[in-house]
């Protein structure tokens, strides 16, 4: 419905001085999703571990929180972007919930002794190196999430998804060959995103220096 001429000028839309829209609550779908996500993290090493580790009827439950997890991370956040429900919460919880699930299940084989503590370490560190990189920019821009990086992190969830479940013979040997690939993802994405981290810090301080 127009408004009329009477109406005050700080609810007219456009205006400068208008109130900005109000932000979404916290309780919305796109965060209810990231709580599921991170209250699965204990649950599945609960079941990850259960009966000694290596039953494969329990392994296989742990998947399936795994997996729904997984699910959850690939919908929270463009539920937000799409239906405008980000939060400042979102934006701090969804990285957090993302890297709590992955490193639960990376340290948690690695202790079973089903994946190499050398590959959980490469991801790690990679992950928690991407981080810093991003508070070290952050006064200069945001470091998009890029193709290789999105293609990472899929290849990273099937293939860490397929450790968790009990494998032999040929799905075994798939499993590894797709942990390499995530593996050299992870690595040559990480690169990538020092060479973004250095070029935009670098434009930020010249930018800064000519407008002194």
């Known amino acids: 419905m127009t408004k009329g001429p009477g109406a005050p000028a700080a609810a007219r839309p456009g205006r400068p001085g208008a109130a900005p829209p109000p932000q979404a609550g916290i309780w919305n779908i796109a ?3 990231t709580m599921v996500r991170l209250l699965l ?3 599945f090493v609960l079941l990850l571990f259960a009966d000694g580790g290596h039953n494969p009827k329990w392994r296989s ?3 399936a ?8 991370d690939l919908f929270d956040g463009e539920i937000a972007r799409r239906k405008g429900l980000v939060t400042d919460f979102g934006k701090i919880a969804d990285p957090i919930a993302d890297k709590a699930i992955m490193g639960a299940a990376l340290i948690g084989l690695s202790v ?4 190499p503590w050398w590959v959980t370490a490469v991801i790690l560190a990679r992950e928690l190196g991407i981080t810093v990189l991003r508070f070290w ?3 200069y821009g945001v470091i998009p999430a890029s193709r290789g990086g999105k293609l990472k992190t ?3 969830g099937i293939a860490v998804g397929m450790y968790v479940l009990v494998l032999t013979g040929w799905l075994a040997t798939g499993r590894a060959v797709l942990m390499g690939l995530a593996v050299v993802l992870t690595v040559g994405t990480g690169l990538d995103y ?4 250095i070029r935009l810090r670098r434009e930020g301080m010249a930018k800064e220096r000519a407008a002194r």
Do not use: E, H, Y
Request: charge should be neutral; glycine fraction near 4%; proline fraction near 3%.
């Open 31 to 33: 965060n209810v999703l």
């Open 41 to 43: 993290v204990p649950v």
């Open 61 to 63: 439950v742990a998947w």
């Open 65 to 72: 929180a795994f997996a729904i997890a997984m699910i959850t």
């Open 112 to 115: 079973l002794g089903d994946l």
């Open 137 to 139: 920019v952050i006064r």
């Open 154 to 156: 899929l290849t990273q």
């Open 194 to 197: 020092v060479n973004q981290a």
